[in-house]
Structure formats: structure tokens, C-alpha cells
């Protein structure tokens, strides 16, 4: 990251390669559609370019890039809830999130049901593997209440899946 701060482009190149898959994994998550998936993803790489010279070398690079792609993604989550809600409300469609999981196919049907704040560190931790300071820096909150979100992830997606699964 110091060589693309330089201006190296090829050092650019080299970190998209180590992490856009990851990236495009985590931000599946966060979208309800493949297109909007490749959006958010284009959006998040865009602004690891432009914010570039705010990474410090003494931070890792990995939870930054993980923290530009959450604020990209609340961040039009933010943007569709704001269109949402001025479209009227389909009661049909607002029991589906109240619907139990049935089968394991459903399981990203279940995460993306959480709340933004437990799916982010639901997504963060168990899934992407980052440590609850990690994830504290990542999303500004406590280490303490990073642990707090993943476990009531855990609890949430376990009742929606019908037993005590991990």
C-alpha cells in the first residue's frame, strides 16, 4: 500500500489481486442481487484508490480495505432504505424476514436478514476470520460489544435456523 500511496499502479494491480475475491465474497452479503454485488465492489475498490494516502503504515491493510468495503456498503444501504421507504410497504414481503429458515440453502438468506450491526460483525469475525479488536476498529464500536454482536448473531441465526447449529 505504501508503493500505490507513491503511485505505483502495478502495486494497485497486486493488492486487488491478493483481495478482490474476499472482497466480492463480503459484499455478496450485503446485496440482494449479483449487479448490485459488482457495483458495491467497483464502489469499495474506487475508494481504496481515492483514500489511499488516509492508510497509515502502521495500520494493517487488510482491516482497512475491509472497513472502506462496510462504510461502501452501508453507506448504500443508507441510500436504498432512504428510497424504500418512501415506496409503500408490500405485507407480503414484510413476513417474509419473519419466515423461519427451513434448510441450510437458506443460510444467506438468514444473514442477510440480520441487522447492518450484526451482520457486519457476524460477516467480519466467524465468516472473514478478523479478531474482535479487529472488528472493533473496524466498525468504531468496543472489542466488548464486537463480541456482544457476534454472539447475538449467533443466537439470532441459530433460532432462525430451527436448533442450535454454529
Do not use: C
Request: proline residues 4%.
Amino acid at each position: 500500500m505504501r508503493r500505490v500511496q507513491q503511485g505505483d499502479k502495478s502495486s494497485y494491480h497486486t493488492l486487488f489481486d491478493r483481495h478482490h475475491r474476499a472482497i466480492f465474497g463480503y459484499l455478496r452479503r450485503y446485496a440482494s442481487s449479483e449487479p448490485r454485488t459488482e457495483e458495491l465492489f467497483q464502489e469499495t475498490w474506487l475508494k481504496v484508490y481515492r483514500a489511499r494516502q488516509t492508510w497509515q503504515p502502521t495500520q494493517a491493510f487488510k482491516p482497512w480495505l475491509y472497513q472502506v468495503a462496510t462504510n461502501t456498503a452501508r453507506d448504500a444501504s443508507r441510500r436504498t432504505a432512504r428510497r424504500i421507504d418512501e415506496v409503500p410497504v408490500d405485507r407480503e414481503h414484510e413476513n417474509i424476514k419473519t419466515q423461519k429458515v427451513t434448510s441450510t440453502m437458506d443460510l444467506e438468506a438468514a444473514i442477510e436478514a440480520l441487522p447492518d450491526h450484526l451482520r457486519e460483525a457476524f460477516l467480519l469475525g466467524p465468516v472473514h476470520g478478523f479478531d474482535h479488536k479487529e472488528i472493533a476498529g473496524m466498525l468504531d464500536i468496543s472489542p466488548d460489544n464486537a463480541r456482544a454482536r457476534i454472539s447475538r448473531a449467533r443466537t439470532t441465526l441459530r433460532s432462525q435456523l430451527g436448533g442450535s447449529h454454529d
